[in-house]
Nanobody
C-alpha cells in the first residue's frame, strides 16, 4: 500500500520561502501523477485546491495560476521524494498542504483532486503579513 508522508511546513513571513517534502513508501512500478494540493482554513476537503503536479511519463509539470513563477514541483526518484519549493510566499498561501498520487498514464485535468487515490496527512503552512 502506498504511503505518503509530508514534512517541511511551518510559519514564515510574507516574501519568505519554504520547501515541502513528501516521502513515498510501499510504492509499485507504473506511470503516475504526483501533486500538491492545499486546503485553506475554513474550507472543506472537497474544496482542496490543486497547486502543482508532475507527470512521471514526461516529467511535465502543471501549476495553478496563482503560484506560477513562485512554486516549483520536483521529484527525486532515487529518494522517492516529491518536493514543493515555495518562494515569495503570500498570506493567501496559508493552508494545509497535501501530497497525492495516482497511478495512471494520462489525466485530462491533472489538478483535479477527485482523480487522486493516495493522500498524505498534510503539513501546515502559515504565512504572516
Amino acid at each position: 500500500q502506498v504511503k505518503l508522508v509530508e514534512s517541511g511546513g511551518g510559519s514564515v513571513q510574507a516574501g519568505g520561502s519554504l520547501t515541502l517534502s513528501c516521502v513515498v513508501s510501499g510504492d509499485t512500478p507504473g506511470y503516475y501523477y504526483m501533486a500538491w494540493f492545499r486546503q485553506a482554513p475554513g474550507k472543506e476537503r472537497e474544496e482542496r485546491e490543486g497547486v502543482a503536479t508532475i507527470r512521471s511519463a514526461t516529467r511535465t509539470t502543471t501549476y495553478t495560476d496563482s503560484v506560477k513563477g513562485r512554486f516549483t514541483i520536483s521529484k527525486d526518484d532515487a529518494k522517492n521524494t516529491l518536493y514543493l519549493q515555495m518562494n515569495s510566499l503570500k498570506p493567501e498561501d496559508s493552508a494545509t498542504y497535501y501530497c497525492a498520487k495516482v497511478f495512471t498514464w494520462f489525466l485530462r485535468s491533472p489538478l483535479r483532486q477527485s482523480d487522486y487515490k493516495n493522500w498524505g496527512q498534510g503539513t501546515q503552512v502559515t504565512v504572516s503579513s
